[in-house]
Each structure stands twice: as C-alpha cells, then as structure tokens.
C-alpha cells in the first residue's frame, strides 16, 4: 500500500460518514446551535465548514499552490479574523441538498489533489501551511486535512446528540 493509497483510503472513510451524519439533519434544523456557550457554529454552518473548507481546498492549496484567492492576494495580507471569523460570520448552507452537492465537490477536489500530489512528493516536499505552523512533508499536511474534516464530522455528530437524534458509534466511525 502506497502513501496515496492511504490518504485516499482515510479521505474517502471520512466523507463517507460525513455525507452519512448529513443525511440525518432535516433542513428544519439548520439553525440549530448548542444553547450553552459562546460562538458556537449552527449546524447550516458547520455543514458548509465541512463542505466547503473541510479539506478540498486546502489539500489543492498544499498540492497546486492555489489557495482560491483573488489574484495578487496572499494568505499573509489578510488579518487573523478573516482566518478565523466569529462565528456570527461564517456562511451557512441553505438547505441539506446544497451541503450534500458542496460535500461532494469538496470530496472530488480532495481525491483529485491526493490523485495528482504524486508518491515521491508525498514524503519529499516539506512545506509550511501559509497560516502558519510547522514545516511538515506534504503527507503529513494532506492528512492533516482530512483530520480537520474528521474532527468537524465528530463536531456533527455530538450536535446532533444534543438535539436527542439516534446517532450512535457507527455513525461516527463506521460499521
């Protein structure tokens, strides 16, 4: 098994489940967010976190160099709260259906970037994520990413916990 076979294993297990738990949420519970706490994401947006900023454009940012930004701008000229916006900020999806698509683009955008990083980089390449951080081989970052999607499904699944939806171990990880 190659470095890419594993990435491309651990992506598509992950998007699996997520595309799983967002079939659980209703479009009438998009607006929903834990009731205690601060600056918690709804789940319209977290679903848009996961399927629009999870991992596909990262992993192409790592791969290609292309981060999606308009042309002349680099990640260093834009301030820490458009890095990190409160919550209130972040976009949200609109309907179930729209995270589904935008999963499934993200999904195809990440196996094509994993596809395409080619096995000796994977290990080779050291790079530094533009927001900062260690140097890690690119591997490393791309797996990385899929880890910050992972985490985000588990965010989803303890969202819906909360709302008192039988969800259970195999949703989070699989039967």
């Known amino acids: 098994m190659t470095l890419t076979d594993v990435l491309l294993h651990e992506a598509e297990v992950t998007y699996a489940l997520t595309e799983k738990l967002f079939h659980r949420v209703r479009d009438s519970d998009l607006s929903w967010a834990p009731a205690t706490g601060t ?9 848009m976190h996961c399927a629009s900023f999870g991992c596909g454009k990262a992993v192409q940012g790592f791969v290609k160099g292309d981060w999606g930004l308009p042309a002349g701008t ?7 709260v458009d890095h990190l916006p409160p919550a209130v900020a972040l976009p949200s999806v609109a309907t179930i259906q729209e995270a589904l698509d935008r999963l499934a683009t993200d999904r195809n955008l990440t196996l094509s970037g994993i596809a395409n990083a080619g096995e000796p980089a994977l290990m080779d390449r050291r790079v530094s994520a533009p927001w900062g951080g260690p140097t890690f ?10 880890d910050h999607l992972a985490q985000h499904k588990g965010q989803l699944f303890y ?15 699989g039967e």
Not at 39 to 47: A, D
Not at 137 to 146: A, E, G, P
Not at 159 to 173: A, E, F, N, R, S
């Open 159 to 173: 969202y819906l916990k909360l709302m008192g939806k039988d969800v259970g171990t195999c949703d989070l990880w």
């Open 39 to 47: 600056n918690w994401m709804t789940i319209g947006q977290l679903m």
């Open 137 to 146: 081989t690119l591997f490393q970052h791309l797996l990385h990413m899929i």
């Open 74 to 80: 680099h990640l260093t000229d834009l301030g820490e």
